[in-house]
Each structure stands twice: as C-alpha cells, then as structure tokens.
C-alpha cells in the first residue's frame, strides 16, 4: 500500500507561486493516475488536477488553469504542483491522491489512497 506525503506549503502574498511535492513510500507512483485535491475551511474537497501514470495527459479544474501546472518524475516517485499567480482563494488544504483507475479522473471517490495534506495561505 503507497503512503503519500505532502509537502511545500506555506504563507505567500497575492500574485506568488508554491511548488508543492507529494512524494509516495510503500510502493511506486508509476502505475497510478495522480491527482491534487484541495479543501477550504466550511467547503467540501474540490479537484484541482490530475496526471496519468505517464504523464501524457493532465487536466485541470477551471478555477486553476492557466495558473497550475502538475507534473510527475516516476524515477523520483513524486508528484508536483506548481502554483502561479496564487490568490487568496486558493487558500486550501492541497491532499495529493493517487488512483488506479487507468485514465485520469476528476471524482474523488475515484482515488484510492490520500496523503495528509499541507496547509497553502495566500494573503491578500
């Protein structure tokens, strides 16, 4: 069974970036579809991006495009996120995911392990 671990987080003003990194154990990424999740304090957990085990494909949620990139290093076994542009409505909890289903998805009920998550603030 992977374990995921987040990391990367932090406080960072309108307009910064954050690259955040989920590195798995217990297992390898490379069979998994890859996602990032994030949740609001008072709002359910949204998707935000997914990556397929070969990263050929990504998608993103509406609210990030064009400001997120995910990306994925198999031989480092982690996950990416990089944060552009950043806004303070970005400010989540971001929980990486990771999937067996064989193309990416959007749902979460479609990921089968999770990591703890890490703490993103943007201040206005």
């Known amino acids: 069974q992977v374990q995921l671990v987040e990391s990367g987080g932090g406080l960072v003003q309108a307009g910064g970036s954050l690259r955040l990194s989920c590195a798995a154990s217990?297992?390898?990424?490379?069979?998994?579809?890859m996602g990032w999740f994030r949740q609001a304090p008072g709002k359910e957990r949204e998707f935000v991006a997914t990556i397929s085990w070969s990263a050929g494909r990504t998608y993103y949620a509406d609210s990030v495009k064009g400001r997120f990139t995910i990306s994925r290093s198999n031989a480092r076994n982690t996950v990416y996120l990089q944060m552009n542009s950043l806004k303070p409505e970005d400010t989540a909890v971001y929980y990486c995911?990771?999937?067996?289903?064989?193309?990416?998805?959007?749902?979460?009920?479609?990921?089968?392990?999770w990591g703890q998550g890490t703490q993103v603030t943007v201040s206005s």
């Open positions: 217990g297992g390898t990424l490379r069979s998994y579809v």
């Open positions: 995911a990771a999937s067996t289903q064989l193309v990416t998805v959007v749902r979460i009920q479609d990921y089968d392990y």
